[in-house]
C-alpha cells in the first residue's frame, strides 16, 4: 500500500466519492452536489492508494474555535488499517483550536470514541428526512 494525501479538490474523480459513499452506507447524492459541498469545506482530505481514491473526509469551520466533520469515508476492503484516523487527524490538524462535533453512522461510534470523541448529551438535529435518519438510528 503506497498511501498519498491531498488536501485540496483538484483532480478529484466526483463520481467515486458517490460511489464510496454509497458502498460504505452514508449520504449519497450526485457527483455534483458532493463536488459542491466538499468545496465549500473549509479543509478536506482525500487518500489515495497509488491513483486510487480510498478515502476522504471534510470539515465545515469558522476558523476559530467551532468545526464540524463531514463525510468521513474508506473503501470497506481499507477499513481496519488506520486510513479513517489519518483522515481525522489531518482535519483536526489544520484547526488546532477549535472545538469538534459530527456524527457518526449507527455502530461507527466507537471509531470515534478512540479518537477521543465523546458523546453529547445535548446534540440536536433537524433532517430534511426525518422519517429516514429514525429509521436508520440517528434520531428517537
Known sequence: ?????????????WDCVSQTLKKVGM??????????????????????DDDKLIGFGRALSDGAYQAAIYDIAI???????????????????????CNFILYAAPGKEIFYEKLNFKKMKTGMALFCNVTEMKKKGFTE
Open 1 to 13: 500500500m503506497s498511501l498519498k494525501i491531498q488536501l485540496d479538490c483538484s483532480n478529484i474523480n
Open 27 to 48: 449520504a449519497s447524492f450526485t457527483a455534483e452536489i458532493h463536488k459542491k459541498a466538499f468545496e465549500n469545506s473549509y479543509t478536506v482530505v482525500f487518500i489515495f
Open 75 to 97: 473503501l470497506p476492503e481499507y477499513q481496519g488499517k488506520g486510513i479513517g484516523r489519518l483522515i481525522v487527524n489531518n482535519i483536526i490538524k489544520t484547526l488546532p483550536k
